[in-house]
T-cell receptor, first 110, second 115 residues
């Protein structure tokens, strides 16, 4: 079976750092993705991890621990435009389809 | 990166009718995926559309309700049949990244409201 969990909602202040966690239990694993989705828009790709460790890309970083079934997305120097939903997704082994978590709604306040 | 377009971008439909959503890609791809996003929810995979073979449906989705066509490597359609208000969702097509690129691309989505 597939089970991917994220917090439902988080709030943070402009300029701060926030960490969004994702835990997963899946039958196969071929990488973990993070997407950002603004209301009314399609998801946009943020990061991809397939090996353990930290991937950094500007203000956003993503971490993976395969043995723990755990990932996080770290957002630094938060801006108002970072208010969005953040979706964690695991890619199935061999079929390339993505299984999505419940999504985390992030609200950044001034 | 791939360019994906979907038609229509949005529609309002009456209960009991059907709507066909088109997805056009600017490059040839073997696999295309159709997702549904119900209001306030995350994305759920409906089916995988393979060129030249029947679509593969996920648990809870059936061909009679969501028939899919895949006539060539750049185009697919998803039909939402005999609609009810519970079918009100955003429908998105998606494709895997090109070789060496792990990004998975999404179309702009079709926002469907069923009255």
């Amino acid at each position: 079976g597939q089970n991917i969990d994220q917090p439902t909602e988080m709030t943070a202040t402009e300029g701060a750092i926030v960490q969004i966690n994702c835990t997963y239990q899946t039958s196969g694993f071929n990488g973990l993705f993070w997407y950002q989705q603004h209301a009314g828009e399609a998801p946009t790709f943020l990061s991809y991890n397939v090996l353990d460790g930290l991937e950094e890309k500007g203000r956003f970083s993503s971490f993976l621990s395969r043995s723990k079934g755990y990932s996080y997305l770290l957002l630094k120097e938060l801006q108002m435009k970072d208010s969005a939903s953040y979706l964690c997704a695991v890619r199935d082994l061999g079929f390339q389809k993505l299984v999505f978590g419940t999504g985390t709604r992030l609200l950044v306040s001034p | 990166s791939a360019v994906i377009s979907q038609k229509p971008s949005r529609d309002i439909c009456q209960r009991g009718t059907s709507l066909t959503i088109q997805c056009q890609v600017d490059s040839q791809v073997t696999m295309m995926f159709w997702y549904r996003q119900q209001p306030g929810q995350s994305l759920t995979l409906i089916a995988t559309a393979n060129q030249g073979s029947e679509a593969t449906y996920e648990s809870g989705f059936v061909i009679d309700k969501f028939p899919i066509s895949r006539p060539n490597l750049t185009f697919s359609t998803l039909t939402v049949s005999n609609m009810s208000p519970e079918d009100s969702s955003i429908y998105l097509c998606s494709l895997p990244g090109l070789a060496g690129n792990n990004e998975q691309f999404f179309g702009p989505g079709t926002r469907l409201t069923v009255l």
